[in-house]
């Protein structure tokens, strides 16, 4: 029995050593992160003061003069994206693309194929400003693009979308389609204002693929470019069984062809699945298709209320007032009912 | 024979200690490596400047709120407050109040009537009343219902909710102004996780002012002070460890972000749990070892948040007596977990780790008090024995809380003055003389009655049969 106390105490010996022994580590670890954090600032100061001597002297950029500590993207890019965005000097443009050819893009290449998160993170970040595209690097962001950590892949999508070729795009629009989520539209916006070849590109795949998740994406892709220069007949997947793909289609259709838009959606106002219904009153009041009034007042009688809300809420804009509006405009709260899945109607 | 027993007892419970405190180390040196890569990259890496906000996930904060009149508009608006997070709704569940819970939002936030979808998904108790929308706040919904508990009133902002991410948050919590944005980021830096809690410090004491604390303080009230040791200890490291044996089985229904898909596929939160937020999180653990999924659950230290916990001691007792109840509840209800590999290593370390030291613990501790007093009565008491269970029980845990205080104070520190840093050290102490025996008790007490009730529902279910 001594020899078990003795035991027992020798444990509770060593257990309270250890959790003494976590403090002391605490303790360092702490300065440790304070040392790095101060050489991390001092690093970006130094490249910083580099940079504004070049900007100065309209000297050209040199890797070998570039501070040593600098060279890492965690620097690297910090400083190069706040020069991007207060620097509006005509001497930056050309330092700029050298200080990407030159030092962001290599070490992009080498941080893109590290395991951890913040390195592909700044890969990918290193990516977007790509101009010379090669094999290697359309390689690498595809790895990105298809990461399974989201962080990773958002960044990627970005970088595929500023390589611009076929195979990333299409990797892009793959990502979309597996991702509902990345779908809405704030995220889209990302599209705006981007080169044509893209949306060539995206109608080449639109028109290749067969399967409804990646029309859906393309079409949701689409509407982010200017409409006249989209040309690509929906009509098949305005009738589509898949309703992601109907409800897409129906929204490209009414951004690109006003005339051809009315008639399907004036058509799709009597569908079966109220989600429809739904998109059709929006997308018809956007377009301000008057001749559909007569259509539209029907849905005053639909069965679900809020289809007849939003009937009533187009017709309203369109200055229409009756007896029927009202009344399903102001309909009693006791007859809202949890019938259907809003989820559908959410923007995945 | 008996004082055999007895000291067979003695000795079973003394290494029941001794193991329990080497998990405890275990969790102790796997949190350190966490709670620093957190405060890391959320302090010194300034990562969050790499969210480009236009891509990141739209996100909800479901609110569930009864008899809140206190504190409901503060939360919100420290909500709103989350300014490096752009897209944000907020859906707040009325859960049938009967104080000036609603009067309170309609006056701060300018309310209107509007009707508000929503999903049949999860089914709800308690009748929607009435929806409403704020002026001020385009993506603010007020659903006033019938009373239903906490559970119903999330599952119905769950039904309503159209984001793909939806943050549970109580109504008397406050966020730091990048809580959100710090979970979120979490999420997005680990492949597949599906919740991601938060840390929850005790509000009680700080000064605030409109959702936003003007004044990081430690109540000088004691009871709520020695729940901020608790706090620490639990959020600090206790489920911060458990990052690497693949999360722990209780995040903070105070704060926790989930995916949206997730709360639906695993049929949303039980109406039938008290503690909805083990429960919840004890049923994704399941839900995903069963459907061989490969997702994760996780938790961050740096996204902090800042509750009021009860300053009474009747008060403490009702709340964990209801906790410890919830938890043995949800753990009976997923037994299938325990020491079975299908579950990896959840059901193989976590589930029994849970089980025998966290919920029946205090009860083998009560045992031990027990024994202390049964040995001392037949005059067998052991004075070696007793000191070193006072020292594993009281002496190991006052070590740990003063470990994770000093922890806190290199990383997260939220308490800058001396007299707290000192009433905290202090407090590590006072806890063991009082509080955690009362503790130990209302554990106890609450195991028990679940106990007898269990055992009452089985015998009346076979009397019906």
Redesign the interface.
């Known amino acids: 029995m001594n020899f078990?106390?003795e035991f027992?105490?020798f444990?509770?010996k060593i257990?309270?050593l250890?959790?003494?022994s976590?403090?002391i580590?605490?303790?360092g670890?702490?300065f440790i992160?304070l040392i790095?954090?101060k050489y991390?600032l001092k690093y970006k100061r130094s490249l910083e003061m580099y940079l504004t001597r070049l900007l100065h002297k309209k000297e050209q950029y040199n890797l070998q003069d570039l501070p040593y500590d600098a060279k890492q993207l965690?620097i690297l890019i910090?400083v190069f994206l706040k020069f991007e965005k207060e620097c509006k000097n005509a001497h930056w443009k050309l330092i700029r693309n050298d200080l990407i050819n030159i030092s962001i893009i290599p070490l992009a290449r080498i941080a893109a194929l590290r395991s951890d998160?913040?390195s592909k993170?700044?890969a990918a970040?290193g990516f977007c400003f790509i101009k010379n595209k090669t094999e290697l690097d359309e390689e690498l962001i595809l790895k990105l693009v298809s990461d399974?950590?989201?962080?990773v892949y958002?960044?990627g999508?970005?970088a595929a979308l500023a390589y611009g070729s076929k195979q990333t795009i299409d990797a892009l629009i793959l990502r979309y389609a597996q991702e509902p989520?990345l779908a809405?539209s704030?995220?889209l916006?990302?599209f705006n204002s981007r080169q044509p070849e893209i949306h060539n590109i995206v109608i080449q795949i639109l028109s290749q693929s067969k399967d409804p998740k990646i029309r859906a994406a393309c079409y949701n892709i689409l509407i982010h470019f200017p409409a006249e220069k989209i040309s690509y007949n929906s009509l098949i997947d305005c009738i589509s069984k898949d309703l992601n793909l109907r409800l897409s289609a129906l929204k490209f259709i009414s951004y690109v062809d006003r005339e051809q838009a009315i008639q399907i959606l004036t058509q799709e106002l009597q569908d079966s699945h109220w989600i429809v219904r739904l998109t059709a009153i929006d997308k018809l009041s956007d377009l301000q298709a008057f001749e559909s009034v007569p259509e539209i007042e029907t849905l005053l009688n639909d069965s679900e209320?809020?289809v007849r809300?939003r009937a009533a809420k187009a017709l309203r804009s369109f200055g229409v007032e009756n007896e029927l509006m009202l009344k399903a405009i102001n309909?009693d709260?006791d007859t809202?009912k949890?019938?259907?899945?809003?989820?559908n109607?959410?923007?995945? | 024979m008996l004082i055999e027993t007895i000291k067979i007892l003695d000795m079973m419970i003394l290494w029941f200690f001794i193991i329990l405190s080497s998990v405890y180390i275990v969790l102790l040196l796997a949190s350190i490596r966490e709670i620093f890569l957190g405060y890391n990259i959320v302090q010194l890496s300034n990562s969050i400047d790499f969210m480009n906000t236009r891509q990141l996930p739209p996100v909800t904060v479901i609110i569930p709120a009864y008899n809140e009149e206190e504190g409901i508009v503060d939360t919100v608006l420290s909500v709103l407050s989350s300014q490096d997070y752009d897209d944000i709704s907020i859906i707040i569940v009325n859960d049938g109040s009967t104080d000036r819970t609603l009067n309170k939002l309609t006056e701060a936030f300018d309310l209107y009537f509007s009707y508000v979808a929503s999903a049949d998904i999860l089914p709800v108790r308690g009748k929607i009343i009435s929806s409403y929308r704020s002026r001020f706040h385009i993506k603010m919904t007020v659903i006033d219902k019938e009373n239903g508990q906490k559970s119903d009133a999330l599952n119905v902002g769950v039904n309503v909710c159209r984001t793909p991410l939806l943050i549970t948050l109580d109504a008397d919590t406050l966020l730091e102004s990048n809580a959100i944005s710090t979970l979120v980021f979490e999420m997005l830096s680990k492949s597949n996780t599906v919740a991601v809690g938060g840390a929850v410090y005790v509000l009680n004491g700080c000064t605030y002012d409109s959702g936003k604390i003007l004044e990081y303080k430690m109540s000088r009230q004691i009871v709520p002070a020695l729940q901020t040791c608790e706090y620490l200890r639990s959020f600090l490291y206790g489920r911060v460890g458990w990052n690497i044996f693949g999360g722990t089985l209780c995040y903070a229904g105070a704060f926790t972000l989930f995916n949206h898909q997730t709360i639906v596929d695993v049929g949303g939160f039980d109406y039938k749990n008290v503690a909805q937020d083990f429960e919840i999180i004890t049923h994704i653990q399941a839900y995903i070892h069963e459907h061989k999924l490969p997702y994760s659950v996780s938790y961050t230290a740096a996204a902090i948040a800042w509750t009021v916990v009860p300053s009474t001691l009747s008060s403490f007792w009702h709340q964990r007596v209801n906790w410890q109840r919830g938890s043995l509840q949800s753990l009976m209800l997923h037994k299938k977990m325990l020491f079975n590999p299908k579950y990896g290593m959840v059901g193989m370390f976590t589930y029994p780790f849970f089980l025998f030291g966290e919920i029946l613990g205090a009860v083998v501790e009560f045992t031990a008090y027990f024994l202390v007093f049964l040995s001392w009565y037949f005059g067998i008491l052991d004075a070696r024995w007793v000191l070193l269970l006072f020292i594993l029980c009281w002496g190991f845990v006052t070590c740990i809380t003063i470990a994770t205080t000093m922890i806190s104070l290199f990383t997260f520190n939220k308490y800058k003055s001396k007299n707290d840093i000192a009433w905290v050290l202090l407090l590590c102490f006072i806890e063991e003389f009082g509080f955690r025996q009362y503790y130990v008790v209302c554990r106890t007490y609450a195991s028990i009655k679940y106990l007898i009730n269990s055992l009452g529902n089985i015998f009346v279910s076979k009397s019906q049969n």
């Open positions: 078990h106390y027992v105490i444990i509770i257990e309270f250890i959790v003494f976590i403090v580590l605490t303790i670890m702490k992160y790095e954090y991390a965690s910090p998160v913040p993170v700044l970040e399974t950590t989201p962080f958002l960044n999508i970005r989520w809405q704030s995220n916006k990302i209320w809020w809300l309909i709260p809202v949890m019938e259907r899945s809003a989820l109607y959410a923007w995945w």
